[in-house]
């Protein structure tokens, strides 16, 4: 990320933590949907209806993808969790 602005940082911080938060729903995503037909599958094979579907996680909103990051800046720019005004020496 050398040579550029604030804004350009911030805007692939953006796209990093969405980037993240996407991946990471798509995997729970997965989950719960190998999971539900696996369960679907034993309810088949043992005669019964099949389980109720536990649905899956909410997408990331805005805002999530907004606190991430602001949690990548906080790592990236080497402050302090607690505060985030300050710099570490």
Do not use: W
Not at 68 to 82: D, G, H
Request: hydrophobic content about 35%; aromatic content about 8%.
């Amino acid at each position: 990320m050398s040579n550029m602005t604030p804004f350009e940082i911030r805007l692939e911080l953006l796209k990093m933590a969405q980037s993240m938060l996407e991946s990471d729903y798509y995997g729970k995503r997965e989950i719960i949907a190998n999971q539900y037909a696996v369960e679907c599958e034993a309810a088949k094979l043992r005669g019964e209806n099949p389980p109720k579907h536990p649905g899956y996680p909410p997408f990331p909103s805005e805002q999530d993808i907004i606190v991430k990051a602001q949690t990548l800046n906080t790592f990236v720019s080497n402050l302090p969790i607690e505060n985030k005004t300050t710099k570490k020496s």
